[in-house]
């Protein structure tokens, strides 16, 4: 299974073939959140944290990213589903909640 280990900030609405989103890593995400003093939200569905911004010129904003509980609905549908294992995409930008998750989840013998 695939992990992601990021998060895209989009400007909406969104326009096919011109909408384009900024990369985030998680610990940025929730800074953004931060900044603009809005709530962080989680999606039961998506199993996935987002949150709402308007910026200083006005534009709108949707954040989706990943947390420990994201990361953790990942882990239980690998086991529930039995697969061999997971690789993360990007491994480059620190996650420590990314860290808890494998660790509350997984035997693990070295990070």
Excluded: C
């Amino acid at each position: 299974m695939g992990v992601p280990n990021y998060g895209y900030d989009w400007r909406i609405p969104f326009v096919q073939g011109e909408s384009r989103a900024e990369r985030l890593s998680n610990p940025e995400a929730v800074a953004r959140a931060g900044i603009y003093g809005v709530e962080i939200q989680y999606d039961e569905i998506a199993q996935a944290p987002f949150f709402r911004y308007t910026d200083a010129e006005g534009n709108n904003h949707i954040v989706w990213f990943e947390d420990y509980r994201s990361w953790n609905a990942k882990f239980q549908l690998l086991k529930e589903l039995g697969l061999a294992g997971f690789s993360i995409w990007n491994l480059m930008s620190p996650f420590l909640e990314g860290r808890a998750a494998i660790r509350d989840n997984f035997e693990v013998s070295k990070f």
